[in-house]
């Protein structure tokens, strides 16, 4: 995932022509056992769009509720690096492209 995101930076347009295959990988990725893992996907999936125009991302609202569980699981598991690392994915998102959520 950490790959991914930094590719996103570099080569979005190539991306873009995946975007179902994207989707997949992220679903996946956000409901891993493991949080790490999650939260890998969740930056991943953060970096990505923040590179991409606004109507490249309408496919990834789907993904929502498994972007809110990786917030619910770190705060269950009381991992608090996690928890603040996955809310700053959030609040970039938010200040990027306000009208993902």
Known sequence: ??????????????????????????????????????????QALSNYLQS?????????????PEMVNVIVK???EDDETVLQDAWIEFNEIAEVEPKFF
Do not use: C, P, R, W
């Open 52 to 64: 991409v125009d606004q109507a490249d991302t309408k496919k990834f609202t789907d993904l929502i």
């Open 1 to 42: 995932m950490q790959i991914l995101d930094g590719l996103f930076t570099y080569i979005t347009d190539h991306f873009n022509k995946y975007k179902d295959e994207l989707a997949n990988i992220f679903k996946s990725t956000l409901a891993h056992k493991n949080l790490d893992i999650q939260l890998g996907s969740l």
């Open 74 to 76: 770190a705060q269950k």
